[in-house]
């Protein structure tokens, strides 16, 4: 009974914070976000943060990442993610799911991104949420997302990126509604090897929150990474390799109050034809 009360407890405190926000965005925000503003490490996950994130892919990528929120099994969050590249823009897929059968929430998304010349990339994607409670039945919506990325330098990219300008509401009534959010990064290349991302975002409702991310590869085929999130005052380490086309990342998020939510990443990219 305990245990039960506090997950209502901290879904409910989770809920509140987020001000509905969607199931798009893990406590490990920072370091699913961290390759968003690379054009060297960009994957499968990357447009999730920005969708012109996708006019960087070159080849097919896959990735799974799951983690369980404070350590609670009916806190888990899922999300699986494809990019694929065509002659006529790069598309997008991700599905997300969080919660368990009494309580959770579930996301689709279908993106699309492209080269505009030589510095400029744009994508958009569209959302499909559903909040479902058991003996309560279940709420949707409809929304767009999309962004913008800016090539300054051959290390050096910005992009902003919005979420539901328009302020979709939720289920048939609509007496609540999905927040808008609006973001603005920057990620540097300092060599092939470190990799630095930072993001400053704005949901509604909420103060101002800045992700600080690197990744630094050493060992050829090691990855390590390290982030930190303002508004919750939350920090990560993570670890990853390769094994041919194949990454495996384990991360670690640590919350002053909730306590630690371990992650895992696995991610398919497949290698540059010759």
């Not at 892919?57 to 929120?69: H, K, M, P, T, V």
């Not at 919660?99 to 279908?110: F, K, R, V």
């Not at 003996?135 to 990325?149: F, M, V």
């Amino acid at each position: 009974m305990r245990k039960k009360l506090l997950y209502f407890a901290v879904f409910t405190a989770i809920s509140f914070f987020a001000h509905t926000q969607t199931v798009r965005v893990p406590v490990s925000s920072a370091f699913t976000k961290l390759n968003a503003y690379s054009t060297t490490y960009v994957n499968a996950f990357s447009f999730g943060a920005n969708q012109a994130a996708l006019a960087s892919l070159q080849n097919f990528s896959a990735a799974i990442f799951s983690e369980r929120r404070f350590l609670l099994k009916e806190l888990s969050f899922y999300s699986l993610a494809l990019g694929l590249p065509t002659s006529h823009g790069n598309f997008g897929f991700k599905a997300d799911y969080f919660g368990d059968a009494t309580n959770n929430e579930s996301g689709l998304g279908i993106s699309y991104g492209r080269k505009l010349g030589e510095r400029i990339d744009l994508g958009v994607q569209f959302n499909y949420y559903n909040h479902k409670i058991a003996g309560y039945g279940s709420a949707s919506a409809i929304n767009a997302e999309g962004g913008l990325i800016l090539h300054l330098t051959e290390g050096l990219n910005f992009g902003i990126h919005i979420y539901n300008p328009t302020g979709v509401k939720i289920g048939k009534i609509a007496e609540e509604k999905l927040p808008a959010a609006y973001s603005a990064g920057f990620g540097y290349e300092l060599s092939k090897k470190f990799y630095i991302g930072f993001e400053v975002e704005k949901i509604e409702e909420q103060p101002v929150n800045i992700n600080v991310a690197v990744q630094y590869y050493f060992q050829e085929k090691m990855i390590a990474s390290a982030g930190i999130t303002s508004v919750s005052s939350s920090y990560f380490f993570g670890f990853g390799v390769w094994l041919k086309s194949f990454q495996i990342n384990a991360v670690a998020t640590i919350h002053p109050q909730l306590g630690i939510t371990p992650g895992l990443l696995l991610l398919f990219k497949k290698e540059k034809s010759e």
